[in-house]
């Protein structure tokens, strides 16, 4: 059965409204570090199934919090992490990979392998979009979607 992913990064703290308005429909939640505060966690864990990654901001109250994972969901493998530089050499069969850290959405493909940043749906920073995305999968595949919020 298909699920939809909330995919976000680099919030520092800040969950706006229309962030969380999407994430309430979504059956899973990838953040892919530097939330900046345990609070914003809190409201995101109720939701649903969450998967999150420590980022360079996130301080003490992090430090339980892994600096990669790598996991399924509906047949798709994913790697996560906040920087893209922290990648594992080895990807196997990492479909996707997710990281954040530099605030600038980015979807590229690579050798068969999505590469996505999901960009910064925190506080506008370095003078980008304000962004996020959604994922669908289902039975080993996958369709994103790029969601620019106004600023």
């Known amino acids: 059965m298909a699920a939809k992913i909330g995919i976000l990064s680099d919030t520092h703290g800040l969950l706006r409204p229309e962030v969380l308005e999407i994430l309430e429909t979504c059956d899973y939640i990838f953040h892919a570090g530097d939330v900046d505060k345990p609070e914003l966690l809190d409201k995101l864990r109720p939701l649903g199934n969450i998967y999150v990654v420590r980022g360079n901001n996130d301080r003490d109250w992090a430090a339980g919090l892994s600096r990669s994972l790598h996991?399924?969901?509906?047949g798709v493998e994913f790697f996560m992490t906040h920087d893209q530089r922290?990648?594992?050499?080895?990807?196997?069969n990492v479909q996707v990979v997710i990281y954040g850290h530099s605030h600038k959405y980015a979807e590229r493909t690579v050798d068969g392998r999505l590469w996505l940043n999901p960009g910064s749906c925190g506080r506008?920073?370095?003078?980008?979009?304000?962004?996020m995305a959604v994922m669908t999968v289902d039975k080993g595949t996958y369709h994103v979607e790029k969601i620019v919020f106004e600023q």
């Open 71 to 74: 996991f399924t969901v509906e």
């Open 86 to 92: 922290d990648v594992a050499w080895n990807l196997g």
């Open 124 to 131: 506008s920073r370095f003078g980008g979009d304000v962004t």
